[in-house]
């Protein structure tokens, strides 16, 4: 099979609910980029104010939201009914499996964040070294967002490969 | 669940019934085609529901579409 058949074959095999997964994947992935982003190239008295803490976290929600919202809009466009369709046995197991590598992500981020709060208030751990406030926050809201882009990347894995028995 | 343990002769059975597409019995028993895929390719075993959809699209007993064979 050449080149051009084998994408050809590739865009016929892929779903509508593919395609939803996918544009959630980058939406994500792109929120992920932009917090990270703004937190890695902030100064030390943007990190330390809360005002500016506060504003970043409306701007993820504000574009999350935003994102979410027009992506839906351009796929309701685009097809036939699909997203009315309820999913059938496969797919809400597929949805289950993705879900459970978000609780672990999540129930890890939290774990984290619990512990650097304790060993930030005894005065010692990273935000004490390195003079980050607010590193909790910071670990729950990454973990949310890699929790979120681990669900798709697992929904679309299991979907493409079948695998889904664990 | 081991893989290989339920074979189907749902593939036979369409081109046996007009050729039909893995759309069309993906419409008749209310799944996805890439369920319909994943089934035919012994990758995902259906419910016990959609088994008696598949059969009773065929019009066949569940044993002549869906076989059980046990590992040892």
Same mark, same amino acid.
């Given at each position: 099979m050449t080149r051009l058949a084998e994408v050809k074959a590739f865009l016929q095999s892929i779903s509508f609910r593919e395609l939803t997964l996918s544009i959630d994947l980058l939406a994500s992935a792109y929120i992920g980029y932009f917090y990270l982003q703004r937190v890695f190239y902030a100064t030390p008295e943007q990190l330390a104010s809360s005002t500016w803490l506060s504003a970043l976290l409306l701007q993820v929600i504000i574009y999350s939201i935003a994102i979410m919202v027009i992506s839906y809009i351009v796929l309701a466009f685009v097809s036939?009914? #699909?997203? #009315?369709q309820p999913l059938d046995v496969r797919e809400k197991q597929i949805n289950l499996v993705g879900y459970k590598y978000t609780a672990y992500i999540l129930q890890a981020g939290i774990c984290i964040a619990i512990f650097q709060y304790q060993a930030e208030a005894q005065g010692f751990g990273p935000s004490i070294e390195y003079n980050i406030p607010f590193l909790p926050l910071h670990i729950m809201v990454s973990a949310f967002l890699l929790a979120e882009v681990a669900n798709y990347s697992a929904q679309l894995y299991k979907g493409r490969t079948g695998d889904i028995y664990e | 669940m081991s893989n290989g343990a339920i074979s189907n002769s749902i593939r036979t059975l369409r081109f046996m019934n007009n050729e039909m597409t893995q759309k069309q019995l993906a419409e008749k028993i209310g799944v996805t085609r890439q369920t319909v895929m994943a089934i035919e390719a012994n990758k995902y075993s259906p419910s016990l529901e959609v088994a008696f959809k598949i059969a009773h699209v065929f019009n066949l007993p569940l044993e002549d579409v869906f076989q059980y064979q046990q590992h040892e």
């Open positions: 036939d009914n #699909e997203l #009315e | -």
